[in-house]
C-alpha cells in the first residue's frame, strides 16, 4: 500500500471519527476525547484560585470579546451612531442576503458538490439560521454565543458564532469586527482556525467556522498539565509555524494564549480568535496597548511603538506555561505582574530542562530585536530533540 493510500486512509477514518462524534451532539464530553501525553511534574494545584484572564485594549471600559474567548473593545468605527454595515466583506466565500430576505419565505441552497473541499468549504448562495440544527453551546463572549451546529443537508459539521448586532453597534466595534472576519477568511494554514463564511438576519451576525472537537488548549493544560517535552515542544512548534505564516503575511495576533488555541486530532492545534489581529504594512509600528496581562512584552506595557516581535514574547510566555502550568511573570496582581515584565524577572522551576530554557530566554529577550525569529524557533535544538517522538 502506498504512502499517499495510508495518508488517505487516516485522514478518513479521523473525518468519519469525528462525524460519528459530533453527529451526537455531545461535543465536551464521552468517548473520542485524545489524552494528551501527561508529565511527571508537579501537578497544578486543584485548589489555587485562577484567576480569570481576559482581552483588553488600552481605551477598553469593558472586557473585550467578540467570541467565546472573551471581548474585543475599539472605538473607531465609520458608520453614524446606530447604524450597522451588513455589507458583504470581500474575503469571505459565503453572500450575504438583505435582512428582507432572510425573514421572508424562500427557497433552501442548493445542496455543495464541494462542501468540505479545501478549497471552498461552504459556497451556499443563500443561507439562514433555518439551514442548520444547533448542537451544544460551546462557549459565550461578550457580544454573543458559539454553537456547534450541522448543515440540515450536507451534515458538514462547524461552529457558528452569533452575535447581535444592536450590541455590535452599541459598544462601536463595527470596524473591528469587519477586521476580524477579513483577516481570518483570508488566511489558510493548518494551524489556524478556518472562517468558512457569513451570513446574517435582521438581529443577529453568523460566522461560520471550523469546528475543533477537544475545545480549548487552556482546559486541557488545567487538566492534564503541565505538559512534559514531547508534547510542549509539538504545541510550540505548531504555533511557530502559525505566527511565522501570519507574519509573512504582515499580520499580527496580538493576543496568544491558551485560551485562544483550539485542539483537534492527534494534538493538532489551531490558533482562533481574531479580534486583535491587524495587519501591519510595511515597517509600520502599533501603538495600541490590547491583549491578556500575563502575554504582554515590554514595549506594550510601556506604551512604546511595537510590531511582530509582541507575538514572539508572547509565545515565550506559551512555552513556559505549557511546561510550568502558569505563565512565567504570574502575580496577585497586575501592578506586580507588569514590574515583573518590566524587569524581565523570569525565574525557572528545577523540572524545566537547559534546552527549554534556552528557548524561552530567547524568545523572551526584552529588546523585540534580540527575539529569536519564528523559522529559527522551528529548528531550535529543543524542538529537533524531541521531534522524532511526536
Known sequence: MSENTLVGSEVRRNSLHQRNMLLSMRLNSGAGRK????????????????????????????PAASGASGGRVHNSNNNRPGEFSAAPIAASPIKTNPPAAQTSPRKRSAALSTLG???????????????????KKLGKGKFGKVYCVKHKRTGFICALKAMKKNEIVQYNVQKQFRREVEIQAAL??????????????????????????NGELYKHLRSHGPFND???????????????????????????????????????????DFGWSVTNV??????????????????????????????VWALGVLTFEL???????????????????IRR????????SPKARHLISRLLEYEPSARLPLKDVKTHPWIEKNRPFW
Open 117 to 135: 473541499s479545501e478549497k471552498s468549504p461552504l459556497k451556499f448562495q443563500e443561507l439562514s439560521l433555518d439551514d442548520f440544527e444547533v448542537g
Open 282 to 311: 510595511g515597517s509600520a509600528k502599533r501603538k495600541t496597548l490590547c491583549g491578556t496581562m500575563d502575554y504582554l512584552s515590554p514595549e506594550l506595557i510601556k506604551s512604546r511603538e511595537y510590531d511582530n516581535k509582541v507575538d
Open 35 to 62: 489524552s494528551l501525553t501527561a508529565s511527571g511534574r508537579p501537578e497544578i494545584n486543584p485548589n489555587r484560585v485562577r484567576k480569570q484572564r481576559t482581552s483588553f485594549s488600552q481605551s477598553s471600559k469593558i
Open 345 to 352: 524577572d523570569l525565574r525557572f522551576p528545577d523540572h524545566v
Open 230 to 272: 514531547i508534547t510542549a515542544s509539538y504545541f510550540v512548534y505548531q504555533m511557530a509555524d502559525a505566527l511565522d505564516h501570519m507574519h509573512s503575511r504582515r499580520i499580527l495576533h496580538r493576543d496568544i494564549k491558551p485560551e485562544n488555541i483550539l485542539l483537534g486530532f492527534n494534538n493538532t492545534l489551531k490558533l482562533t
Open 188 to 213: 489558510k494554514h493548518p494551524n489556524l482556525t478556518r472562517l468558512y463564511g457569513y451570513f446574517h438576519d435582521e438581529k443577529r451576525v453568523y460566522l461560520l467556522m471550523e469546528y475543533l472537537v
Open 323 to 341: 511546561l510550568v502550568g502558569n505563565p512565567p511573570f504570574e502575580e496577585n496582581s497586575k501592578e506586580l505582574t507588569y514590574k515583573r515584565i
